[in-house]
């Protein structure tokens, strides 16, 4: 990861000349991980890494749909979701961003899509005064050409400020994967090695999972332009 982590001095830096050099990289956007929470944020010892812009992909649906719990029943290996929006010029924490989420059911199918009118695993959530938006939700199954992924996109006082995905360390998606009702689709590919999106910064989008009860708690930190 040290190649993909960068000081935040050298990641300023680097801002700069996007900013100043390079309106023709506008498909990609400033994004950083903070790490050790907020007194790392307030002590500067977080670090930053500029991160592209990824697919929305073709499933999004611009949904009013502000709430905690995605769920709507769907079985499925319990996941929270801990997303923390910061300024990547700052490091700083972002409040009151709009944050919105969508994935795939344990099956790979999204809700919305093909004459289906269901609302299941989209949500919406503004952070806290910290930064923090927080969905509880269950672990994403997997559809043919991509592998696991979170569908986000952050917005700030209505304007989209980051679009991206999420994903999962393989290690942790086979161990879910074993269990129903995941078991019932076996051999999942692509892993994310071999997923063309995944390659165009899908590790620095990847969340940090931590068991949690029967499930488990996955958490990032996205870094976004204020525009
Ligand atoms: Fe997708």
Redesign the pocket.
Known sequence: MDDERISRRTSLATLGGLVAGAAGLAGWRAAGEAAGGPAAVAEGLVRCVLSPEQTE???HLDLDRVRRDITEEKPGVPLTLRLRVVDASTCRPIRRAAVDV???DAAGV?SGVQGDTGTFLRGIQRTDAKGWATFRTIYPGW?PG?TV???VKVALGGNVVHTG?LYFPDTVTDAVYRRAPYDRRPDRRPRNGGDAIFRNGGRRSTLKLARSGAGYVGSIAMGVMRG
């Open positions: 992909g073709p499933f969508w994935h795939c999204y559809y991509r992924h979170v569908h995905q």
